[in-house]
T-cell receptor
Framework: TQLLEQSPQFLSIQEGENLTVYCNSSSVFSSLQWYRQEPGEGPVLLVTVVTGGEVKKLKRLTFQFGDARKDSSLHITAAQTGDTGLYLCAGASWDKVIFGPGTSLSVIP | DSGVTQTPKHLITATGQRVTLRCSPRSGDLSVYWYQQSLDQGLQFLIQYYNGEERAKGNILERFSAQQFPDLHSELNLSSLELGDSALYFC???????????FGQGTRLTVV
């Protein structure tokens, strides 16, 4: 069974701080997606990484896919209150997408 | 706006009843996914359809079924409802068989 683990489960930081959240699996995925979800809303796609070792930047967010395509990290620089939400990683294989449990981020002004 | 439309947004029903949730995917997307999200289980993949055919199954109960119609909209049928079926049900669509998924706003189902 493919499983995705995310850490930390909860994170509360001050505005302006940097943070990194992690997504790990024992399985290899063909691609990995990061989503952000706000309460009562559907997850919104942030990025897809496909190649092992790939790094993608989206403004203050930096995403990295592990060399073996089993893990990924999301780094946020100078967090803002608008970054608050549930960050979900999802690994895609040939037939389905598996979601991790998410990291709940709270950025305090 | 993701382009994925789900109806209804909220649904309250009694145990033992049957409900149908509806999803219209983004224009041009052939794949539809159904997910269940509850507080203690996270986002759980239920089932995927691609161009009208079932492509993959996840943790979908036998009481639940889905289909994708020729116009690509999809319906998720939940029957013999139990209190534990109360959750947010999301539909997502993607262009290919497995790719970035775009989610609808979800249907919040409450079973009383």
């Amino acid at each position: 069974t493919q499983l995705l683990e995310q850490s930390p489960q909860f994170l509360s930081i001050q505005e302006g701080e940097n943070l990194t959240v992690y997504c790990n699996s024992s399985s290899v995925f063909s691609s990995l997606q990061w989503y952000r979800q706000e309460p009562g809303e559907g997850p919104v796609l942030l990025v897809t990484v496909v190649t092992g070792g790939e790094v993608k930047k989206l403004k203050r967010l930096t995403f990295q896919f592990g060399d073996a395509r089993k893990d990924s990290s999301l780094h946020i620089t100078a967090a803002q209150t608008g970054d608050t939400g549930l960050y979900l990683c999802a690994g895609a294989s040939w037939d389905k997408v598996i979601f991790g449990p998410g990291t709940s981020l709270s950025v305090i002004p | 706006d993701s382009g994925v439309t789900q109806t209804p947004k909220h649904l309250i029903t009694a145990t033992g009843q049957r409900v149908t949730l509806r999803c219209s995917p983004r224009s041009g997307d052939l794949s539809v996914y159904w997910y269940q999200q509850s507080l203690d289980q996270g986002l759980q993949f239920l089932i995927q359809y691609y161009n009208g055919e079932e492509r993959a199954k996840g943790n979908i109960l036998e009481r639940f079924s889905a289909q994708q119609f020729p116009d690509l909209h999809s319906e998720l049928n939940l029957s013999s409802l139990e209190l534990g079926d109360s959750a947010l049900y999301f539909c997502a669509s993607s262009h290919g068989t497995v790719a970035e998924a775009f989610f609808g706003q979800g249907t919040r189902l409450t079973v009383v």
